[in-house]
């Protein structure tokens, strides 16, 4: 029997359980689906509104179901939370100004810890070859102003004194330094004493401060031992700037000329600064008053023990030669290199203690020793005189805190006190008419002021 089903094959036999339906169009239901929501909103609108809702311009009214837009001021998302955040962030980087007010014991890396001031921007400041001592040499009740963000360092203030302000600004790569001097008017001033116990308290009954008694000793240095050689009825006259501003004297300035008469000899000193902007104190001949080496490498100390081969050692209780000069000080007191020379020994040297030894010129060495720590310059390093290399102290065989103090020629111990030293530069001979000029004046002032308290003491 030929097959008509074409290949699809029917059952027609009902199974229990199955039922036929038909299937439903979708379209209605989408559209009720669509209007029960709207319908709703309607709903809600109408029976909540007190009042028609007006469109906000006068025209035509919409046609019944259209939609009348009313805008609002609602802010667009984001801009609040953006805006907070931005308050918050320029609140956080405020510039602030913080003063921190040295106390006794504190230093300038105490103060940032206690103000939580950056630590490596303090670091990066020292550093700074130009504000380095100004950092580290501190004073109770010195005031530092301090600009930051966060403890970010952003500029630092410190007045010097009354004429100088350091200021350190942050710049592009790391930080500036630039020292003000803020403008005063110069006086001059003069004064004549006599000494009849002390320098100092002669120089105070002449009306002259420490400083400038100070200035003029370290002018005659070389010349006289104003420790050993001093004596009732030695003269002095000095002829001094003095600083104002606004009427008010600030502090004494440099020594323009002086003059010391030690038992019985004149010497004579006056500033002079050649074209070439060297300056220095030199005699009415044109000598330079500086020698190459200091007398004493300690100011205003007292000779515990003289330079003496048959010494007997107060440790060891041995004659043993005393090849040097002690200077007996307080601990702490700054210990400066007798000339310009460069570091050739720095450390502990047995009996010596901390010891400095400096080479000089001309197979000229000097030695430090027992000193009770060292300052910044290092082993090899070129120091100039004057300059601090260590403080007193009595470290190794000492019994107190003293310097003692050697000088070398070509390792030969010589006399420090004695040893006669090599002159300085005089006035360079293309100067020479020029310092006479200048000094003439500066010679007659000093007879001036001389002569008047000599006669003022008379009458």
């Known amino acids: 029997m030929k097959d008509y089903s074409g290949g699809i094959r029917h059952d027609y036999k009902e199974r229990k359980g199955d039922h036929t339906s038909v299937p439903m169009p979708r379209w209605p239901w989408f559209l009720a689906g669509l209007f029960l929501p709207v ?49 918050t962030a320029a609140a956080n980087t405020e510039l602030t100004s913080t003063r921190l007010t040295v106390q006794s014991g504190d230093s300038l890396d105490r103060l940032f810890r206690r103000h939580e001031l950056s630590l490596s921007d303090l670091a ?28 970010s360092i952003v500029a630092l203030s410190r007045e010097i004194d009354q004429i100088r302000v350091l200021n350190i600004d942050r710049a592009d790569s790391g930080f500036a330094v630039n020292i003000i001097e803020r403008p005063v008017e110069v006086r001059a001033a003069g004064a004549h004493g006599v000494i009849q116990s002390s320098l100092f308290e002669s120089a105070q009954a002449a009306g002259i401060s420490d400083n400038v008694i100070m200035d003029m000793a370290g002018i005659f240095q070389w010349d006289i031992d104003f420790i050993q050689d001093v004596r009732n009825g030695d003269e002095f006259t000095v002829i001094y700037n003095e600083l104002w501003r606004d009427g008010t004297k600030l502090q004494d300035s440099s020594i323009v000329a002086a003059e010391f008469i030690n038992q019985g000899r004149l010497y004579r000193a006056a500033s002079y600064e050649d074209p070439n902007g060297e300056r220095g104190y030199f005699t009415p001949e ?34 043993r030669a005393h090849r040097g000069v002690d200077y007996a000080a307080r601990t702490g ?51 100039r005189q004057g300059q601090i290399i260590g403080f007193v102290g009595q470290s190794g065989l000492a019994t107190g805190p003293h310097l003692h103090y050697e000088y070398r020629i070509n390792g030969v111990h010589r006399n420090p006190r004695t040893v006669p030293l090599p002159p300085a530069d005089p006035v360079p001979e293309a100067f020479r008419s020029d310092f006479e000029t200048i000094s003439a004046g500066l010679w007659h002032q000093l007879d001036l002021y001389r002569s008047a308290q000599l006669a003022a003491a008379s009458n």
């Open 39 to 87: 319908a709703g909103i309607l709903l809600v609108i109408l029976s909540t509104a007190e009042d028609p809702i007006v469109p906000p311009a006068a025209g035509p009214i919409a046609a019944a179901g259209a939609t009348a837009k009313v805008p609002l001021s609602l802010p667009q998302p984001g801009i609040a939370s953006a805006m907070t955040a931005e308050a």
């Open 124 to 151: 990066e400041m020292v550093q700074l070859s130009d504000a380095r001592n100004y950092l580290v040499r501190l004073r109770p009740d010195d005031e530092i102003e301090v600009a930051h963000r966060d403890g």
């Open 286 to 319: 044109g000598r330079s008053v500086r020698k190459a080496f200091l007398r004493a490498p300690v100011d205003f100390a007292r000779i515990s023990s003289n330079f003496n081969p048959n010494r007997r050692h107060p440790v060891l209780n041995t004659i």
């Open 333 to 383: 007191t700054p210990i400066r290199a007798a000339g310009d020379g460069k570091i050739s020994f720095r450390g502990v040297n047995g009996g010596y203690g901390n010891t400095v030894i400096l080479q000089h010129g001309g197979n000229i060495t000097t030695l430090y020793a027992h000193m009770s720590r060292f300052a910044d310059p290092r082993l090899g390093a070129r120091v």
